[in-house]
């Protein structure tokens, strides 16, 4: 007992310090990890390998690039980050202790307390003198941003790790000074995004704590809406982190950059506009008198440095009869003249005045083209000590207001003369959308555009704007980085890396997903809204905390899900396909920019990606919503394959058209779409099949579903529901009579009087009622139940033998008739299958010509007789024709069968079962192989060509066989055999002979062209299955 109470102690102990060591010194997770693994406590799954292989993805283009070095350490901090989650998962999973969570959220606390302080030094001072804003008064020795994220991560993993509210309340309220203090606009809404999560699925808290949150939610709102900033309190915004500027004379900030902090407006507002000035792009200041005073003015705060001689000149267009110029002021201390410097621009003279310790040495007016005139004046400062001044343009000295004049490079530099215009460096700035991020993605997509698949490398973003763009440096500041993790992995380890941090992001959040942790959804989403506005993802101070978190709660008393669980669920559903289909538009209408820049030099992605297209792009999903794509359960995949083709048809035509018809607007030609419009309607499918299987693995995708009735036609259903996910409705219970009911795989829940019960209690919304259960539980049945929650409800008919496609309800009065149509009937669904039949068979024998060639060799070198084997088989309308395949057994096959039925009973009757043996020696070693991947078939293409068979149909049956067929061989032999089909992509070997023809015949009455294309496309993953297809 002793030795159990140490034991538990020492894990409290470690849980403590590691909470400490997460929140305030990240880099140390990995090293926790690896004395994990000596302790034997981290044993290697299978599931491993793809956090293996994200890192081999986020690594790879460093590699290939020439950066061995940056490639290596990118993937060992993947594999970091699988360590750290794994070894939480373990530690959980083994921990002894009842309060390990309350022992780790202490030490999260501590650890928390020690980043926020610490974080706090890398303040270097506090510049009130120039600051607009208390927050803008803050000068930092490093970017922010990555301060704020950390705090905001690191608080909101304590939220949802300690069990007290309390506690809870004390994270939150340190993440959101942490957030306030680095004016990371984005981390206040991501901040906003998780406390208002935790208040919808965290249910525990007292009055005061919830009173207290609710507090904190409205003041983070406040500093979102930025109500402080117009008190003089802080503001906050996208933080920008820019390349260093070489040869930063510019004494003014972000001169190209609007709307940045920097400026102040005194008796004006102004707006910006891009102009052209002596031949150069630049950033024009509109600036709109507001105020009577005549020194009304858009200022930034400087120093002036004792003995020092300036030059301050500007570029300024302005309206006839106004009067506009420099204005300076400041004041070494209270009582001393003011250092004043006033300029005017009248009559094309620039005339100068000052005040106090400044000396103006010449001032100068130079006319340009376009009714610009660059003014400039040079002046020296006297003063004894550095001098705060406050330093802008003037649009009119009068005392009027409404005039508006424009401004451009303005320039205060050290100098004797005017030098030519560089923009003012950025180092940190408050901005907007528009302004610092828009920018600087349109610039990614042009890096991105350049090189997709490997990137440009380590800082590839700078790189890429100075190699793209060489004079880029001379018209504005150049930022860091993209801004956003997707864009700027993308743009520095190309598609291989971006494709490497999708996953390692989908490992991390999967058994949250999975297993519905509320709480740890709700991180999730801030986290990725950090991201999408600037790249801290692969920070150690973000993604390790957030690893061990995550791996900590993936074990416990959640339980895995399998379907939708609630309204969130299935909206994350509709949103995912919603995204796949927007992904597939958007990706569609940058590779026809892409093909369209070859022969337009005027294109490229930066040009076309323009904000009216952005919006376009939700066309897609708008069609295939109204196409009920969205979710789309019930439907078999071809029909979904149908759909979704159709859909993005529709919608890359109708963008097209929108595009073309004003191309003002968006900017595109027809080429674009000539690319566009098919590459939408291949990558619409694919991509939502994508997203379908990821939704699955998520366990997001499907609808519970009730079966009612235990008779075979549900047993049926029951069973094709379970073999088939991706249809989405997933059956969680049965009620009926037990004794008749056959599948164990969902075992009977009670009486059918017992299903509506059950159906309330689980908010169940979709039922499936068998034919005897409908006299029982009629429609009318349904709606008189208390609550009334079934949506969906289906019932089976008693109608063997009825096609189950092309079946359209119809009312016929007040009785309901269902008309089935017969695609067979259709001259014009014949024509559109032969035609495919022959077209694709000629392209398959022209590329598969040679090495059908070469295995014809093989064969026969491998054994004696012909390679090629003329089959009797049995085509459409019970004709015989000749079969063409590769020989895959000895020359005397028919005489060794005969002779291994005669001595071996257990081998007749497989062979009477199935007509085929699974291990048959019959077969030789090239033969085997053939058939393994089923490529014994390919000569049959010859038959196709012939008109003999199809690519997609029945199977080709043998004389023999036609007397054991049965009364399902006349549907069968309407349609011609074919070499690949629905049997044989979708069961296994093991299949009766009596199963395999009613899947047949099924598909004979059920035929669409749609059909055999789905079937095309599963084949190859058919023949590659090990399960035996």
Request: glycine share 10%; net charge positive.
């Amino acid at each position: 007992m002793a030795a159990l109470h140490s034991t538990s102690r020492m894990q409290r102990g470690a849980a403590f310090l590691a909470g400490v060591s997460f929140a305030a010194v990240p880099a140390v997770g990995p090293f926790i990890a690896i004395a994990a693994i000596f302790a034997g406590r981290l044993q290697v799954q299978r599931a491993d390998t793809w956090w293996w292989l994200a890192g081999l993805l986020l690594g790879a283009p460093y590699l290939l690039t020439g950066h061995p070095l940056e490639g290596a350490l990118a993937s060992t901090q993947v594999l970091a980050v699988w360590l750290i989650f794994r070894s939480a998962t373990e530690f959980r999973r083994n921990a002894r202790s009842v309060t390990v969570s309350e022992d780790i959220g202490a030490g999260l606390v501590v650890g928390l307390v020690i980043t926020l302080v610490f974080g706090l030094r890398q303040i270097s001072a506090f510049r009130f003198d120039l600051a607009q804003t208390f927050l803008d008064a803050i000068a930092w020795n490093v970017h922010p941003a990555i301060f704020g994220h950390a705090i905001l991560v690191l608080s909101a993993l304590l939220a949802i790790v300690v069990p007290s509210p309390q506690l809870r309340v004390i994270s939150l309220g340190i993440g959101a000074v942490g957030v306030i203090v680095s004016g990371a606009g984005e981390a206040v809404w991501a901040w906003l995004a998780i406390a208002l999560g935790l208040q919808f699925v965290v249910r525990r808290g007292t009055t005061l704590t919830r009173a207290a949150e609710r507090l904190l939610i409205a003041v983070m709102l406040l500093f979102a809406f930025g109500v402080p900033a117009r008190l003089g309190l802080g503001t906050t915004g996208l933080l920008t982190d820019f390349a260093p500027q070489k040869d930063a004379v510019n004494e003014f900030r972000g001169t190209e950059l609007a709307k940045g902090d920097w400026w102040v407006t005194l008796g004006v507002a102004f707006t910006t506009r891009a102009v052209t000035v002596a031949g150069t792009p630049r950033t024009a200041f509109d600036v709109r008198k507001t105020s009577t005073e005549s020194w009304s003015r858009l200022q930034q705060v400087v120093t002036l440095l004792p003995g020092e001689t300036y030059t301050l000149s500007a570029a300024i267009h302005a309206p006839e009869g106004a009067r506009p110029g420099f204005d300076g002021w400041g004041r070494e201390a209270v009582g001393q003249t003011a250092a004043n410097l006033g300029t005017v621009l009248e009559n094309e003279v620039h005339r100068t005045t000052a005040t106090g310790p400044i000396t103006v040495i010449s001032s100068s007016a130079l006319e340009l083209d376009g009714g610009w005139v660059r003014t400039a004046v040079t002046f020296r400062f006297e003063g004894e000590r550095p001098l705060t001044w406050y330093v802008g343009v003037v649009p009119d000295r009068s005392s009027g207001t409404g005039v508006t004049t424009s401004f451009a490079e303005l320039q205060l530099v050290s100098s004797y003369a005017l030098l030519p215009y560089r923009p003012g460096p950025a180092a940190r700035g408050v901005t907007d959308l528009r302004t610092s991020r828009l920018p600087i993605w349109r610039d990614a997509l042009e890096a991105v555009s350049a090189k997709p698949l490997l990137g440009w490398g380590p800082g590839g973003f700078p790189l890429a704007v100075t190699t793209l763009h060489p004079d880029e440096t001379l018209l504005r500041p150049v930022a860091a980085h993209a801004h956003n993790s997707f864009l700027a992995v993308w743009v520095d380890r190309g598609l291989i890396g971006l494709l490497g941090l999708v996953g390692l992001f989908a490992l991390l959040a999967l058994r949250a997903v999975q297993q519905r942790d509320q709480p740890a959804a709700a991180v999730l989403l801030g986290v990725l809204i950090l991201n999408l506005f600037d790249a801290t993802l692969l920070s150690g101070a973000v993604i390790y905390p957030l690893a061990a978190v995550l791996g900590w709660r993936a074990v416990g008393r959640r339980e895995v899900a399998e379907a939708e669980t609630g309204v969130g669920s299935a909206t994350a559903v509709r949103l995912g396909l919603a995204l796949a289909d927007a992904v597939a538009g958007a990706g569609a209408l940058s590779l026809g920019m892409y093909v369209a820049g070859h022969f337009d030099p005027g294109m490229s992605l930066a040009v076309g990606w323009r904000l009216p297209l952005v919006y376009a792009t939700l066309a897609w999903p708008a069609v295939a919503a109204a196409a009920g794509l969205y979710p789309g359960y019930g439907l078999p995949s071809y029909r979904q394959l149908s759909r979704s083709v159709r859909a993005a048809f529709a919608a890359a035509v109708a963008v097209g058209f929108i595009a073309l018809l004003l191309p003002d607007v968006f900017g595109l030609t027809a080429p674009v779409f000539f690319v566009a419009v098919p590459a939408a309607t291949a990558l619409a499918p694919v991509i939502r099949f994508a997203a379908q299987k990821a939704l699955q693995r998520l366990r997001l995708w499907g609808r519970p579903v009730v079966v009612i009735g235990t008779e075979p036609a549900t047993g049926q259903v029951t069973r094709h529901l379970l073999a088939h996910p991706d249809i989405g409705l997933h059956p969680i219970a049965v009620f009926g009579e037990r004794g008749s009911w056959p599948d164990a795989t969902v075992a009977v829940s009670g009486t059918l009087e017992e299903a509506w019960k059950y159906i309330d209690t689980n908010e169940v919304r979709h039922a499936i009622i068998g034919p005897t259960a409908a006299s029982s539980a009629a429609f009318d049945r349904v709606l008189l139940q208390p609550g009334n929650r079934l949506k969906y409800v289906q019932f089976l008919p008693d109608l063997r033998g009825l096609p189950t496609n092309s079946v359209v309800a119809t009312p016929l009065g007040a009785t309901l008739g269902l008309e089935v149509r017969n695609q067979l009937a259709s001259g014009t669904n014949r024509a559109v299958k032969r035609i495919t039949d022959f077209l694709g068979a000629s392209l398959l024998l022209l590329v598969l010509g040679l090495p059908l060639l070469v295995v014809a060799l093989l064969i026969r070198l491998d054994s004696r007789g012909p390679a090629l084997y003329l089959s009797p088989r049995i085509g459409r309308y019970g004709k015989t024709f000749a079969c063409v395949k590769f020989r895959t057994m000895h020359v005397d096959a028919d005489e060794r069968l005969q002779t291994l039925l005669s001595e071996h009973p257990e081998l007749r009757e497989e062979y009477e079962h199935f007509h085929k043996l699974e291990n048959d020696p019959r077969v030789t070693r090239v033969g085997r192989v053939l058939r393994r991947v089923s490529l014994d078939e390919l000569p049959q293409l010859l038959n196709v060509m012939r008109g003999q068979m199809s690519l997609v149909g029945p199977r080709p049956y043998m004389e023999r066989e036609r007397k054991e067929m049965g009364g399902e061989q006349d549907i069968i032999f309407l349609a011609r055999p074919g070499m690949t089909g629905y049997w044989q992509t979708e069961a296994r070997n093991d299949v009766s002979f009596a199963e395999r023809q009613a899947m047949e015949a099924h598909y004979v009455r059920n035929w669409s062209v749609w059909w055999d294309v789905d079937i095309l496309l599963r084949t190859p993953a058919a023949m590659l299955d090990r399960a035996g297809k």
